[in-house]
């Protein structure tokens, strides 16, 4: 009786899971069919789920007739130049906070958790005023630069709770044979934090890949759009055009689907080691 009580409790827990999991992959499958169909398929009643015949089609019109591949282009330059930003600055704040000791730390690091209250709203327009005092909106540097100082508190504090679980006794051993801080960085703490630095990079590629707002507010010229801004146009001039619209969505959000896919388990991993699961 005590088996067959467990089998159905087991049964129940994988019903509700491939339920729940069906239900939040039904908008994503919507898309991929829709991306696939010509606009009299797509609002068939009842709906058709496999399209017959395949437009593929779709996918050729948005870089035939709006830049798309100028776009993906700029959101690249923008994506590695902020990653290249993040984890190089984030990593070497991380280790000053864990690492090493001077007057004032821990206040510091509080203090610079504290800002992690503050909205991106409240900051927008100072930020915007600066940079346009310097002569720099239009540019990609507004969108790139600040990842250079610091690379987000959010980074710093995983990073920092990472290293604090390292043993000590490693960098005593450092200084022992003669090396200092800058060994220790690059010897030790970096080749045993890679995973968390892997996730600290899927979180830098996702966010900057979907992010809309930064280019909207500082970038004018069509010519430098990413990806983001790049949909949001397509979407103002073929809104009639279902099929084309779907397909457009689908090649901006594909590399952040594939890259997350491949990446998944060292993400699980990063994340369970940098201490902010559950």
Known sequence: MKKRGWSWSRASLYTVLVVGSLFCMFPFYWLVRSSMMDLSQIFLIPPKWIPEPFVLENFLQPFEELS?????????????????????????????????????????????????????????????????????????????????????????????????????????????????????????????????????????????????????????DESKFTLAIGLQQFQGIYSAQWGVLMAASLIVVLPAIILFAIGQKYFMEGIALTGIKG
């Open 68 to 220: 798309f591949g100028r776009y993906f282009v700029n959101t690249f330059i923008v994506v590695a130049g902020t990653l290249a930003g993040v984890l190089l600055s984030s990593t070497i704040s991380a280790y000053s906070f864990a690492r090493m000791k001077w007057k004032g730390r821990d206040k510091v690091f509080a203090l610079l958790l504290s800002s992690m209250m503050l909205p991106f709203a409240v900051t927008l327009i100072p930020s915007f005023i600066g940079w346009q005092a310097l002569g720099m909106v239009n540019s990609y540097v507004p969108l790139v630069l600040p990842s250079f100082f610091g690379g987000g508190v959010f980074n710093i504090f995983l990073l920092r709770q990472f290293y604090m679980t390292l043993p000590r006794e490693l960098d005593e051993a450092v200084f022992v044979d003669g090396g200092n801080h800058f060994t220790i960085f690059t010897r030790i703490i970096l080749p045993l934090s890679r995973s968390a630095i892997l996730v600290i990079g899927l979180f830098t590629f996702l966010n900057t890949w979907n992010d809309f707002m930064g280019p909207l507010v500082y970038l004018n």
